[in-house]
C-alpha cells in the first residue's frame, strides 16, 4: 500500500482539474503534431497526383514485407504501452516499468528495421541527396524518396525522442512515483505513442502499398 | 486519475481486441493492395487506415468516454488539415483549364 | 496606501539572477520576453534605418545589392519572427492572461519558462546569422532560390526559426488550456476580458499554425542537402512551397493583430467609461478572424501559376475575413460615441490604431481583388499596406497596453505628456514614411529594389523623413518608462480607475496574484454601474503628469 502523497501542484485547485489539464495539454501538442506531420502529408499528396506513375514505381523498391513487419511491430508497441498505463492504474510499479521496456524493445526492433531499410535505400542510389537510379522519371522517383525519408526520418525521430521520455518515466515507476491516484506522465507518455503508431499507419499504406497489383 | 471507476478487465478486454483486430485490419489492407480495384484502391487504403486510426484512438489514447474537449480538439485538427489539404488541390486540379499560359 | 517596499511583490521577492533565469512566475517571465523582444525590435530597426538611408537617392550607392537583399530580408526576419509575433502574447498575454482569469500561474509554469529559453535559443541562431554573412533570400524564402541558388547560409536561420517557432507553440498551448481550466469560479466564457478571448483566437493560430511552418522550414534545411522536394528541373513544385510557407504566414498576420485588437478592446471602454459595444460579437469576431484566416493564403500567389479559380476561391475568402475585423472596428467607434473620452497615452495610441488600422484593412481588400493585385504585387502598395497593419495595428496596440498595463507591472505611473508626445510623433512619422509608399507602389515602384528611378525620389526622401521622425517616437519611451521605474509615482491598485479583475489587486502583484481565489459574479465593462458602486473616480491627465 503506497502512502497517500498529493501531487498537486500549487496554481491547481484540485488534482481533478491537474489531471484533466495535463491530459488536455497533452491533446493540445498531439493537435501541433498532426499539423506538422500534416505538411508532409500535403506534399505527398500534391506530388502523388502529378506524378502517379513514378510514385508507383519509386513505392516498388520498398521491402513490403519489411514494412508490413514494421507495422506488426509498431502496434504491438502500442499494445504494451496500453498495459504499461493500465499497470499504472492499478497500481503496479514494476510492471509499469516492464511493459515500458517491452515498448522499447519492438521500438528498437522497428527503428532496426528501419536502419536495414535505409541502408538498402543508400546502397541502391535511392538516398535523395545520393541518387543515382537509371529511370527515366528518375526525378520524380526522387521526389518520392525525399517525401519516404523526410516522412519516415521524422516519424524515426519522434521514436527516438518518445523512447527516451520512456526511460525516465520507467525509472521514476521502479522508484515507485506513480500510483493509482496520480500516473499522469505514464497517461500523457502513452497518448504520444499511440499517436507515434497513428502517423505509421498512414505512412504505411502510401508509402509502401502503391500500385502492387500491377 | 478519472472520475470515473476503473474496471481491469473490461479494459484489458477492450486493449486485446483492439490489437486483434489491428492485425486483421493490417492483413486486410496488405490483401487489397495486390487486387486491382481501380480507384477503389486509394478508397479502400484510407478507409482501412482511418479505421484503424479510430480503434487506437477510442480504445488506446481513451477517447472513447473522454470530455467533449478531447473531440473538439480531433475534430478541429482535421477540420483544419483537411484545408491545407484541400486548397492546393484545387489549385493543382484545375490548372492549365483556361488555356492562359502561367495559369 | 502601501508603498510597494513593504509589500512582497513579484519583483521584490528575490533578487538573484537565477530567481529571475529560473523563475516559473509568469509575471517574470513576461518581463523576460520584455527585454529580449525589445533588443530584437532595435536590432530590426536598424535593419530599417539601413534601407531607409539607401532609398534616399535612386542610386544603388549606399550598398550593393547582395547587402541591400540582406538588409530588407533580415528586417523582415527580425521583426516579423523576434518581434511582432511574440510581442503581445509573450509580454502583455503572459502577465495578464492568469490574472484575468482569476489563476496564480499559467497551466504549464515551467513550460511557460522554456518557452524564453526556446525563444532565446533561437533567436540566438538568428543573431549568429546575422553576424555571419546573413540571409538575402527574403524572409519569405522563396524556392528555389533558397534552396538551390542562395549563397547564403540558409540553414543556419532556417534552425534559428525553426526552435523559435516551437515558443510560439507552446505559449499559444499554455494560453488554451489555461483558458478552458484555470478560470476562477464563476468566470464563464462570456464574462471574460476582450483581452482573453482575443489571446485564445491568437493562441489557436499559434498551435494549428506555427507546426506548418516547422516542417515548411524543415523541408527547406532537407533540400539545402541535397534532397529536392521543390527542384523544379526533377519536378519539384515551387509554388507548393508557397502553398505551405503562406499557410502558415498568412494566419501569422492574425497572431500579430489579435492581442493588438485584444488590447484596444480594453483600452477604448476604459477611456471612455462606457460599456464596450457588442461585446459578443467582438468575442465572436475574434475566433472568425482566426478561422476565415486560415481560408485565404492564396492571395498571396496570385501572380504564380496557381490556377485562377483558386485564385478566385482565395479573392472571395479574403474579402470575407475583412469583415469580422469591420465588425470590431465599428463597435469601439460605437463604444467611443457617447462616452466620456479621455486622451491620456494608451487612448492615443488606440484612437490611432482605429485609423491606421482601418487604411491597412481597406487596402487590403484592394489587394484581395485580382485585377489590381497584378498592378500593384510586389510593389510599395503591398509593403505600405502590411506596415500598416503591422506597425500601424499591431506595434500601435503593443505600444498602448504596455502604457496602459505599465502601472500594473511596475507599480509606477510613467510621465504623461512625454508619453503623449511620443505616442503623437509615432502616429505622425508613420504616416509620413508610409502613405508616401502607397503612392510610389500605385505608381509602380516595384519592392526589394534598392535603386529606383529619379522619379520616386520626392516619396522616399518623404518616406525616410517619417522614419527618422518615427524612430524618435520609439526612442522615447525607453527614456521615460525608465526613468519612470525610479521617479515615477506610486501607481496603487487601479491609477486609471477602470474595471477588471487585475485593477483589483496590488501594483506590482504579489507573487501569488490573488490573497484568495477571486468569484467573478458580474459582467465585464459594467461602466458606469459598477464603476459608480465600485467608487471609481475619473482619473485626469493633468494630476499624473510629472513633466
Not at chain 1, 505527398?44 to 502529378?50: G, T
Not at chain 2, 493492395?33 to 484502391?41: E, H, I, P, V
Not at chain 3, 493583430?257 to 484596444?264: E, F, K, Q, S
Not at chain 3, 481597406?362 to 506597425?391: N, P
Request: charged letters at 10%; glycine letters at 8%.
Amino acid at each position: 500500500m503506497s502512502e497517500v502523497v498529493s501531487r498537486l501542484q500549487p496554481h491547481f485547485a484540485t488534482e481533478q482539474q491537474q489531471y484533466e489539464t495535463s491530459t488536455f495539454g497533452m491533446w493540445v501538442f498531439l493537435v501541433t503534431e498532426v499539423m506538422f506531420f500534416g505538411g508532409l502529408f500535403t506534399a505527398y499528396l500534391i506530388y502523388r497526383l502529378q506524378y502517379p506513375q513514378a510514385f508507383i514505381n519509386a513505392s516498388h523498391h520498398l521491402d513490403i514485407t519489411l514494412g508490413c513487419f514494421n507495422t506488426v511491430v509498431l502496434i504491438g508497441s502500442s499494445l504494451t504501452m496500453a498495459m504499461a498505463v493500465h499497470s499504472a492504474r492499478v497500481e503496479k510499479s514494476k510492471m509499469i516499468a516492464f511493459w515500458i521496456a517491452m515498448t522499447m524493445v519492438l521500438g528498437s526492433i522497428f527503428l532496426g528495421v528501419k536502419a536495414i531499410e535505409y541502408t538498402q535505400k543508400w546502397e541502391h542510389g535511392l538516398f535523395p541527396a545520393n541518387f543515382f537510379l537509371q529511370a527515366a522519371d528518375a526525378g520524380q522517383q526522387r521526389i518520392f524518396y525525399s517525401l519516404y525519408f523526410a516522412m519516415t526520418g521524422l516519424h524515426a525521430t519522434h521514436m527516438v525522442i518518445g523512447m527516451g521520455i520512456m526511460v525516465y518515466i520507467a525509472v521514476q515507476a521502479l522508484r515507485g512515483a506513480y500510483t493509482a491516484r496520480w500516473y499522469t506522465p505514464v497517461e500523457i507518455m502513452g497518448l504520444y505513442w499511440h499517436f507515434v503508431d497513428l502517423v505509421w499507419i498512414f505512412l504505411f499504406p502510401l508509402l509502401y502499398l502503391l500500385g502492387r497489383h500491377h | 486519475m478519472s472520475s470515473h471507476a476503473y474496471d481491469p478487465s473490461a479494459t484489458l478486454r477492450a486493449y486485446f481486441m483492439v490489437f486483434g483486430m489491428l492485425m486483421v485490419f493490417t492483413a486486410l489492407t496488405v490483401a487489397v493492395a495486390f487486387m486491382d480495384l481501380g480507384a477503389m484502391n486509394n478508397v479502400a487504403a484510407i478507409g482501412i487506415a482511418v479505421a484503424k486510426a479510430v480503434m487506437v484512438m477510442a480504445i488506446f489514447m481513451h477517447v472513447r468516454g473522454s470530455s467533449n474537449l478531447i473531440y473538439f480538439c480531433i475534430f478541429g485538427s482535421l477540420f483544419f488539415l483537411s484545408l491545407m489539404f484541400y486548397f492546393p488541390l484545387i489549385d493543382v486540379l484545375t490548372r492549365n483549364l483556361l488555356g492562359i499560359p502561367g495559369k | 496606501m502601501e508603498s510597494s517596499d513593504q509589500r512582497v511583490t513579484y519583483l521584490n521577492v528575490a533578487h538573484t539572477v537565477s530567481s529571475w533565469l529560473l523563475t516559473i512566475d509568469h509575471k517574470r517571465i513576461a518581463l523576460l520576453y520584455l527585454v529580449s523582444i525589445t533588443v530584437m525590435f532595435f536590432l530590426g530597426g536598424l535593419m530599417a534605418t539601413a534601407i531607409r538611408l539607401e532609398l534616399l537617392t535612386p542610386a544603388g550607392d549606399l550598398m550593393d545589392s547582395d547587402t541591400y537583399n540582406k538588409a530588407f530580408t533580415l528586417h523582415g526576419v527580425i521583426m516579423i519572427f523576434f518581434f511582432l509575433i511574440p510581442s503581445i502574447p509573450a509580454t502583455l498575454g503572459n502577465f495578464l492572461i492568469p490574472i484575468m482569469v482569476g489563476a496564480k500561474d499559467l497551466a504549464f509554469p515551467k513550460i511557460n519558462l522554456l518557452s524564453w529559453y526556446i525563444y532565446i535559443i533561437g533567436a540566438t541562431f538568428g543573431l549568429i546569422a546575422t553576424f555571419t554573412g546573413g540571409l538575402d533570400t527574403g524572409w519569405t524564402l522563396y524556392t528555389p532560390y533558397s534552396t538551390a541558388f542562395a549563397t547564403t547560409n540558409v540553414v543556419l536561420p532556417a534552425t534559428g526559426l525553426f526552435i523559435t517557432g516551437f515558443s510560439s507553440i507552446l505559449t499559444g498551448f499554455n494560453f488554451i488550456v489555461t483558458i478552458h481550466k484555470m478560470r476562477a469560479p464563476g468566470l464563464t466564457w462570456f464574462r471574460l476580458p476582450l483581452f482573453v478571448w482575443a489571446h485564445y483566437a491568437t493562441s489557436l493560430v499559434m498551435v494549428l499554425g506555427t507546426p506548418v511552418i516547422a516542417i515548411t522550414l524543415f523541408m527547406v534545411i532537407l533540400d539545402r542537402s541535397g534532397f529536392g522536394i521543390f527542384d523544379p528541373t526533377i519536378g519539384g513544385d515551387p509554388v507548393l512551397f508557397q502553398h505551405l510557407f503562406w499557410f502558415y504566414s498568412h494566419p501569422a498576420v492574425y497572431i500579430m493583430i489579435l492581442p493588438a485588437m485584444g488590447v484596444i478592446s480594453e483600452i477604448i471602454p476604459a477611456f471612455s467609461r462606457k460599456k464596450i459595444f457588442g461585446y459578443g460579437f467582438i468575442a465572436a469576431s475574434s475566433l472568425a478572424i482566426a478561422i476565415i484566416g486560415f481560408l485565404v493564403w492564396g492571395h498571396h500567389l496570385f501572380t504564380t501559376t496557381q490556377s485562377m479559380y483558386a485564385a478566385v476561391v482565395f479573392s472571395v475568402l479574403t474579402f470575407a475575413v475583412a469583415i469580422p475585423s469591420a465588425v470590431k472596428t465599428f463597435n469601439w467607434a460605437a463604444t467611443m460615441y457617447r462616452g466620456s473620452v479621455s486622451f491620456e497615452a494608451p487612448m492615443v495610441y488606440a484612437i490611432g490604431f482605429m485609423g491606421l488600422f482601418l487604411i491597412g484593412g481597406l487596402t487590403g481588400l484592394f489587394l484581395a481583388l485580382l485585377g489590381l493585385d497584378m498592378h500593384v504585387q510586389d510593389t510599395y502598395f503591398v509593403v505600405a499596406h502590411f506596415h500598416y497593419i503591422m506597425v500601424g495595428g499591431a506595434i500601435m496596440g503593443y505600444m498602448g497596453g504596455l502604457h496602459f498595463w505599465w502601472p500594473k507591472i511596475t507599480g509606477k505611473k510613467y510621465p504623461e505628456l512625454p508619453a503623449q508626445i511620443a505616442a503623437a510623433l509615432i502616429f505622425i512619422g508613420f504616416n509620413l514614411t508610409f502613405f508616401p509608399q502607397f503612392i510610389a507602389g500605385y505608381a509602380g515602384m516595384p519592392r526589394r529594389y534598392h535603386y529606383y528611378p529619379d522619379e520616386y525620389q520626392v516619396l522616399n526622401v518623404c518616406s525616410t523623413l517619417g522614419a527618422s521622425i518615427l524612430a524618435i517616437g520609439y526612442v522615447l519611451p525607453l527614456f521615460y518608462l525608465f526613468w519612470s521605474l525610479r521617479h515615477g509615482e506610486d501607481a496603487g491598485k487601479n491609477p486609471w480607475g477602470v474595471l477588471g479583475l487585475e485593477w483589483t489587486i496590488d501594483s506590482p502583484p504579489h507573487p501569488h496574484n490573488f490573497h484568495e481565489t477571486p468569484i467573478v459574479d458580474y459582467e465585464p465593462y459594467d461602466y458606469p454601474e459598477a464603476a459608480h458602486a465600485l467608487g471609481l473616480h475619473h482619473v485626469e491627465p493633468e494630476a499624473t503628469a510629472h513633466v
